[in-house]
């Protein structure tokens, strides 16, 4: 990064030099003054590439950024994904003087997409923007029966005038594919732009929205999906391949928004995944394609895919095991002044290839050290980790009820506190909404100690968390094979499963795993920092798979953790000396529920005795009662480390 003294090992290290000391202030000046010269870098020199920030979720990415944008002497584009975090922006901006407008959007501005004039009219709406129709286009084509376009224009195109107008415009990544929107703007991408700009249909979909496209399109020689696999791998039909080529490849897009619209079963991409299945030689790995494809091979014959790039930019990666198609149309930022791009934990391939560059380059506020100084020392965290098995959760089919219910009852009660938790969706709904498959295991007993549970999926510049002093996350996120596969294929790269890794050796062949740790150990991080983020924070780590550069900071590690799950018969001794009071062994065993014998029975009492939740007295035979038994984790005995 310009403008760093060499001897300091990154731009927090030069501010805190500058001020003669590294505190939460000096870090924040850093991330502030790393998207100014971000900017400058760019406005100074045409050539300049694109820059990612990349800054801890803690560092205030989002203050800095409307700050910078407001300070500027040009107009500037802040786009971002939640609308909750569009609402930072827009409420830190109240305390400049420069205009600011929100891009608007048919969630916010538009009365028939509200449902104001009533529920089927908004369900239309919303269908045509998933089959692929923009909210311009639908307002204008619809005009004459759109119920907000009979007394003027709706709210949603009243609004573009203010929005050209604007010193500062706050919208999402999708708006960056507007020329309004970037041209002549310094554009500020406040997190990773993800999906935005991805389209996807799976064999039905696509199936039927290319035979619809084609069976009223009389200008194209066929009319339906298996036409177009015979032209594609038929060497004798170059003619007709070549006029859907002429067909398709006149206008500046190959999308067309009137499919949409026109038929239930059309979609505006339609066009484009004809075209691109007949660029690739159809569904048909082998040697049935015509000579003239020149697809890659290893991308093929090892992952089972396709990739093709159209003549009008847009991205298509075709999967034959699952004859799935996948379109991405990155934004033209060529005309915008600047683009920087704020992200806690970035991939540089994924970044580069979503915004459509050639080249982008990542500047870090704090190295590992500095991070780790910030984090611990600074900010207060304290990281436990609490295994070293991966516990992959996306699927839900490996989560461990008892032993996570454990951690969360041990967290609760160390801390005296109802902690936050963090969690795949899939383990979410295992944990929490599925009634158990053993006997004794009470889930309001846990939810009644934890203070809300979050998926990784919903954890991107979320706040919800913040000031939440304990937290546990659960389980490593992972979306299988084929999405991690067709993101790298998008890329550029093959990904491929090695035969031998699995768990924390798990490999897809490319050098530094940047695919795995943006899927994984990068979602893992976001998670870990929601939790206090400006104040001090517990977090309670449960899996193994952490980055590189956080796994070094882990206050404590699994060896000092131990958990015993609790068999149905220890459960059962538990419920009925909770249920039905003290009693003898003898008694206890007898009760209803109590699955294992006199002697084992007595064996456990003395277990839960030396755990401090059990008594007895001093009669002959002993009687045994609840000691803190109600407070105990009644599916695992956790022993946590003791912190400083």
């Known amino acids: 990064m310009a403008g760093t003294d060499p001897d300091d090992c990154c731009q927090g290290a030069h501010a805190a030099s500058q001020q003669g000391e590294f505190t939460q202030a000096t870090v924040w000046d850093a991330c502030r003054d790393g998207i100014q ?19 801890l979720p803690t560092i205030g990415k989002t203050r800095h950024a409307t700050e910078t944008a407001f300070d500027l002497d040009i107009p500037a584009a802040i786009l971002t994904h939640r ?10 901006a109240a305390e400049h003087q420069k205009a600011v407008v929100e891009v608007p959007t048919l969630d916010r501005d538009c009365p028939t997409r509200r449902g104001e004039y009533g529920s089927d009219w908004a369900e239309r709406i919303n269908d045509y ?4 129709a923009s909210p311009t286009y639908l307002h204008y084509y619809l005009q004459d029966v759109l119920p907000c376009m009979q007394d003027g224009d709706c709210p949603y195109l009243a609004r573009w005038d203010a929005v050209e107008a604007a010193d500062v415009i706050v919208g999402g990544p999708a708006h960056a594919a507007l020329d309004r929107v970037v041209d002549d703007r310094v554009v500020i991408f406040d997190e990773d732009p993800g999906t935005a700009y991805r389209t996807e249909f799976d064999a039905n979909q696509l199936s039927t929205a290319i ?20 032209a594609a791998t038929n060497e004798g039909m170059e003619a007709i391949r070549d006029a859907i080529r002429d067909e398709l490849s006149d206008d500046t897009s190959i999308a067309r928004p009137t499919e949409a619209v026109d038929d239930d079963d059309g ?16 569904p048909i790995i082998g040697d049935t394609a015509p000579t003239e494809y020149d697809w890659d091979d290893q991308l093929r014959e090892e992952a089972g895919l396709d990739y093709v790039e159209l003549p009008d930019g847009s991205q298509v990666v075709y999967d034959h095991a699952e004859s799935r198609v996948v379109i991405r149309r990155p934004p033209t930022l060529d005309a915008a002044r600047a683009v920087v791009g704020l992200d806690g934990t970035p991939v540089e391939e994924l970044w580069r290839g979503r915004l459509g560059v050639d080249e982008i380059v990542s500047w870090r506020i704090l190295c590992d050290d500095c991070r780790a100084r910030y984090l611990r020392d600074v900010i207060g ?10 516990k992959p959760y996306s699927s839900g089919e490996y989560v461990n009820r008892r032993g996570d219910f454990g951690v969360i009852e041990a967290v609760a009660n160390r801390h005296d506190t109802t902690p936050g938790v963090i969690t795949t969706k899939s383990a979410t709904e295992r944990l929490f909404e599925e009634p158990p498959s053993e006997p004794f295991i009470d ?5 009644d100690q934890i203070a809300d549970v979050k998926h990784y999926g919903a954890l991107r510049s979320s706040n919800d968390f913040t000031g939440t002093k304990v937290g546990v996350v659960l389980g490593s996120p992972h ?22 890794g699995k768990g924390t050796d798990l490999d897809y062949g490319i050098p530094k795993r940047p695919f795995l740790r943006h899927y994984r150990e990068h979602k893992i991080a976001q998670a870990v920092l929601r939790f206090g983020r400006t104040t001090a924070a517990t977090v309670y780590i449960h899996t193994g798979v952490l980055p590189e550069w956080l796994s070094e900071m882990v206050t404590v590690g699994p060896e000092a953790v131990t958990i015993e799950e609790r068999s149905e018969g220890q459960r059962g001794v538990i419920r009925a000396l909770l249920d039905e009071g003290p009693g003898t062994a003898t008694e206890i065993a007898n009760r209803e529920g109590v699955s294992i014998g006199e002697k084992q029975t007595r064996d456990w009492l003395k277990r839960l005795r030396s755990e401090g939740y059990v008594s007895r007295d001093d009669s002959q035979p002993y009687t045994w009662g609840a000691n803190g038994l109600a407070d105990a984790p009644h599916t695992a005995h956790v022993r946590l480390p003791e912190l400083g």
């Open 267 to 282: 979609h505006a991409e339609a066009p484009t995944a004809v075209l691109a299945m007949l660029e690739l030689g159809g």
């Open 83 to 92: 609308y909750e975090t569009r609402d930072v922006h827009l409420d830190l």
């Open 381 to 390: 965290y304290e990281f436990v980790q609490t295994t070293s098995h991966v």
């Open 211 to 230: 035979s619809t496209f084609l069976s009223k399109n009389d200008d194209l020689p066929i009319d339906n999906h298996f036409g177009l696999i015979g």
């Open 129 to 132: 923007r998933l089959r692929g």
């Open 37 to 55: 010269e971000a900017i400058e870098t760019q406005l100074d020199d045409e050539q300049a590439p694109p820059v990612i920030i990349d800054g």
């Open 443 to 447: 889930i309001e007993r846990v939810t």
């Open 479 to 500: 979306p299988g094979d084929r999405p991690l596969q067709i993101t790298a294929a998008l890329e550029g790269f093959t990904a491929v499963r090695g035969d031998e």
